[in-house]
């Protein structure tokens, strides 16, 4: 089958996962740069780190009770610093569907060693939630960034709960509705969502995450950036603009560009709007294309951010695990070159496929400009 080149590129051919697309109108001159050269400590500093946590709340509409504290190292700084200032105190259940969740495992049970109950389910799929246990600390992650599943809601959260739950949200934040009165600590990275400058974290404890932290003192050495409390007593400076370590200026005010637009926008509203209608445009084509398919089959757990694709059985005949990959390689290097598209091949861990990011910063009509150019890049690649 000869598929004709595409004359057409999306104008914006930036569909990776993390990070992602700059906000539509971005450039570099449109930020406030007057704290930059400045101390992250003087009176301009703090007040512009306060004002990207006040702009987070308002935006994901996070409740007065849940503190934001802006950390090093990314999400996975965030995530670091809650497992293993918080776990311990009491059993432990692990969820895990996709890498991330995969890491998280590792971490609490060969670092860490402690005896936890792992829930797994295959790419594609959840576990039971179902059979989660309440009285254990739960960590998950709110959508699989490398599987494209996510949990629908927070219904299996128990309100009366007794163990602490700790989602990883970074690819769910700004494009779901996430029920902050069922998370006891959440964090992410604005690299994701709203395509800000990788390298922070942010981290959100709810009020029994901090009872957690100033009645608990764990059995393992802590390091300096993961320590939040002195003296039994939360470190409240953190969550006040106060980093534990130096931050990029630059980012920060990246992040705040990047706020201000979701407000203009509409808010966390519009964002999942968005997000929503991008990921709806998506399946529209994979539904009316024979070789691909998507990797999460139940659409009531399917990611409306990280959306990933596998081939179609039959789609590419006799090719096992290893050839499907060379083909995914060679698809991302023909897009590539011809600058329709970046960054949209699987994630390494994950089955051989594509992952396109479909949140708000992406553009419907960049999305619809890019099918062309995947089924002339598919055709392309297996005849090569």
Same mark, same amino acid.
């Given at each position: 089958?000869?598929?004709?080149?595409?004359?057409?590129?999306?104008?914006?051919?930036?569909?990776?996962?993390?990070?992602?697309?700059?906000?539509?109108?971005?450039?570099?001159?449109?930020?406030?740069?007057?704290?930059?050269?400045?101390?992250?400590?003087?009176?301009?500093?703090?007040?512009?780190?306060?004002?990207?946590?006040?702009?987070?709340?308002?935006?994901?509409?996070?409740?007065?009770?849940?503190?934001?504290?802006?950390?090093?190292?990314?999400?996975?700084?965030?995530?670091?610093?809650?497992?293993?200032?918080?776990?311990?105190?009491?059993?432990?259940?692990?969820?895990?569907?996709?890498?991330?969740?995969?890491?998280?495992?590792?971490?609490?049970?060969?670092?860490?060693?402690?005896?936890?109950?792992?829930?797994?389910?295959?790419?594609?799929?959840?576990?039971?939630?179902?059979?989660?246990?309440?009285?254990?600390?739960?960590?998950?992650?709110?959508?699989?960034?490398?599987?494209?599943?996510?949990?629908?809601?927070?219904?299996?959260?128990?309100?009366?709960?007794?163990?602490?739950?700790?989602?990883?949200?970074?690819?769910?934040?700004?494009?779901?509705?996430?029920?902050?009165?069922?998370?006891?600590?959440?964090?992410?990275?604005?690299?994701?969502?709203?395509?800000?400058?990788?390298?922070?974290?942010?981290?959100?404890?709810?009020?029994?995450?901090?009872?957690?932290?100033?009645?608990?003192?764990?059995?393992?050495?802590?390091?300096?950036?993961?320590?939040?409390?002195?003296?039994?007593?939360?470190?409240?400076?953190?969550?006040?603009?106060?980093?534990?370590?130096?931050?990029?200026?630059?980012?920060?005010?990246?992040?705040?560009?990047?706020?201000?637009?979701?407000?203009?926008?509409?808010?966390?509203?519009?964002?999942?709007?968005? @997000? +929503? $209608?991008? =990921?709806? /445009?998506?399946?529209?084509?994979?539904?009316?294309?024979?070789?691909?398919?998507?990797? #999460? *089959?139940?659409?009531?757990?399917?990611?409306?951010?990280?959306?990933?694709?596998?081939?179609?059985?039959?789609?590419?005949?006799? @090719? +096992? $695990?290893? =050839?499907? /990959?060379?083909?995914?390689?060679?698809?991302?290097?023909?897009?590539?070159?011809?600058? #329709? *598209?970046?960054?949209?091949?699987?994630?390494?861990?994950?089955?051989?496929?594509?992952?396109?990011?479909?949140?708000?910063?992406?553009?419907?009509?960049?999305?619809? /400009?890019?099918?062309?150019?995947?089924?002339?890049?598919?055709?392309?690649?297996?005849? #090569?």
């Amino acid at each position: 089958m000869n598929v004709v080149k595409p004359h057409a590129r999306p104008a914006r051919p930036f569909f990776s996962s993390g990070p992602c697309a700059k906000p539509p109108g971005w450039a570099p001159e449109n930020l406030a740069l007057g704290s930059l050269g400045r101390s992250h400590r003087s009176k301009l500093g703090k007040a512009r780190l306060v004002h990207a946590i006040e702009l987070t709340r308002r935006v994901l509409r996070i409740p007065d009770s849940h503190r934001i504290g802006i950390v090093p190292a990314s999400d996975t700084g965030a995530v670091e610093m809650a497992l293993w200032s918080m776990l311990g105190a009491r059993p432990v259940t692990l969820l895990a569907w996709e890498s991330f969740g995969e890491g998280w495992v590792t971490d609490v049970v060969k670092q860490l060693k402690l005896d936890a109950t792992v829930l797994k389910a295959p790419y594609g799929e959840l576990p039971d939630l179902a059979s989660v246990d309440p009285a254990s600390d739960v960590v998950f992650t709110w959508n699989g960034t490398t599987s494209g599943v996510r949990v629908p809601n927070g219904n299996w959260i128990p309100a009366d709960r007794e163990g602490l739950t700790f989602a990883d949200a970074t690819s769910g934040a700004f494009a779901q509705d996430i029920d902050w009165n069922k998370v006891d600590v959440g964090t992410f990275s604005w690299q994701k969502a709203l395509g800000g400058e990788g390298g922070h974290g942010v981290l959100v404890l709810g009020p029994r995450a901090v009872e957690r932290l100033e009645s608990y003192v764990p059995a393992w050495p802590l390091p300096k950036i993961f320590r939040m409390t002195k003296g039994g007593k939360l470190i409240e400076g953190i969550f006040k603009g106060e980093t534990i370590n130096t931050p990029s200026m630059l980012c920060v005010e990246d992040y705040i560009y990047a706020l201000e637009w979701a407000i203009g926008l509409g808010g966390l509203h519009s964002l999942i709007g968005r @997000a +929503d $209608a991008n =990921a709806a /445009a998506l399946d529209g084509w994979v539904q009316n294309t024979r070789w691909i398919e998507h990797l #999460a *089959a139940d659409p009531s757990t399917r990611s409306n951010t990280s959306v990933c694709l596998k081939f179609a059985d039959g789609a590419v005949p006799g @090719a +096992d $695990a290893e =050839a499907e /990959a060379a083909l995914v390689k060679k698809m991302a290097s023909l897009l590539e070159a011809e600058g #329709a *598209a970046y960054d949209i091949a699987a994630y390494r861990d994950a089955p051989p496929g594509l992952r396109i990011w479909c949140g708000a910063t992406v553009e419907t009509s960049d999305l619809e /400009a890019l099918f062309p150019w995947l089924d002339w890049a598919f055709e392309e690649a297996k005849s #090569a």
